[in-house]
């Protein structure tokens, strides 16, 4: 017997039980979409799970950022300090004291 033989038989069958049970075919195909609506509706379990996982990322972010506001708000503290001033104005301006020289030195 080859397989389009083996699909009829099936088919045949089905065919049978359907027509002596309608009720339990009906039951078992509104179950069915059920179970599918749960699993890939809007609010399905593939939905949830994809939803876990963006707010799993999120919080990732979330807390990377609050590092980075943390450091920047030390960096303002820093930054008001006269020492800070000095320095920022001799490393990025060239600035010097009276009475010092000053070396420049670039790499290329």
């Known amino acids: 017997m080859d397989i389009s033989g083996t699909v009829r038989d099936l088919m ?10 309608p009720r339990k075919v009906f039951l078992f195909g509104v179950a069915g979409m059920a179970l599918l609506w749960g699993l890939f509706g809007d609010y399905g379990v593939v939905s949830r799970i994809r939803l ?7 919080l990732e972010r979330h807390a ?6 943390a450091l920047n708000r ?3 503290h820093q930054a008001r300090t006269p020492e800070a001033v000095e320095k920022v104005a001799r490393e990025k301006y060239n600035f010097r004291k009276p009475g010092e ?7 290329h």
């Not at 990377?64 to 506001?69: N, S, V």
């Open 12 to 21: 045949a069958v089905f065919a049978i039980y359907l027509r002596s049970n």
């Open 52 to 58: 876990e996982v963006q707010h799993h990322l999120l």
């Open 64 to 69: 990377a950022l609050e590092q980075d506001i």
């Open 74 to 76: 030390q960096r303002v």
């Open 101 to 107: 020289t000053l070396f420049i030195l670039r790499q």
